[in-house]
């Protein structure tokens, strides 16, 4: 495991969990711009990668890692689209939906109270959103990339955003997903991204007050 911490060499591991992890939530496996994330998965040496994964000991990111090789030993097939859809977009109930309102706010809605004070704090500091502008701002893939970008362009903003925004929430929904799926990638993808937030979380010495969950 890499050793990050609080100085440049910390910012950019925040900034490569972010860009690395964020395409698997944003982007359906058989639409879009996603094949080039889910390829470079595929090829990619679990040993080596692991060895310098930030964040997670080294024999745990290699567990996560292959675990998400295995589920794309098939290629992006009919079996990974349909799991990204029913985790996370429909139809019907999804089983972990990727928005932070639905945990936090008493009843369940996106655009909730945490989303608002999202929005507020973006506005306040100058921070663009990410994505189309009818995705709610907390989804957890547009979080990780804002998570990155602020590494990267306003790092004074980064711990707090990660306090009060993104470890509040995401570690509880990241336990769901890896509970719910049913699919060996999106397993590996959860546990890896929960264990590489709580690592940033002690990385850089934050305390983080987390709300009551309603779902």
């Known amino acids: 495991m890499a050793e990050p911490n609080q100085t440049e060499s910390g910012l950019e591991a925040v900034a490569f969990v972010g860009e690395a992890l964020a395409p698997f ?44 090789q295995e589920g794309l030993r098939g290629g992006v097939d009919d079996d990974l689209m349909w799991e990204y859809r029913r985790l996370f977009v429909g139809p019907g109930r999804k089983a972990c939906p990727p928005w932070g309102s639905v945990y936090t706010d008493r009843e369940c809605v996106m655009f909730g109270i945490s989303t608002l004070d999202l929005r507020q704090w973006m506005r306040e500091r100058g921070v663009e959103r990410l994505g189309g502008a009818n995705d709610p701002e907390d989804h957890i893939g547009l979080l990780l990339e804002l998570a990155a970008w602020l590494a990267r362009n ?62």
């Open 25 to 68: 939530f944003l982007r359906d496996p058989k639409k879009g711009t996603a094949a080039p994330s889910f390829a470079a998965m595929a090829a990619l040496d679990a040993e080596a990668a692991a060895a310098e994964w930030p964040f997670v000991a080294e024999s745990e990111a290699r567990a996560c890692l292959e675990r998400m």
């Open 154 to 215: 306003k790092p004074a903003c980064l711990d707090e955003f990660l306090r009060l925004h993104l470890l509040t929430w995401a570690p509880h929904f990241l336990e769901l997903m890896e509970r719910e799926t049913r699919h060996p990638f999106y397993e590996g993808l959860a546990r890896l991204t929960r264990l590489s937030l709580e690592g940033m979380r002690d990385a850089r010495g934050l305390a983080v007050d987390v709300p009551r969950f309603y779902r």
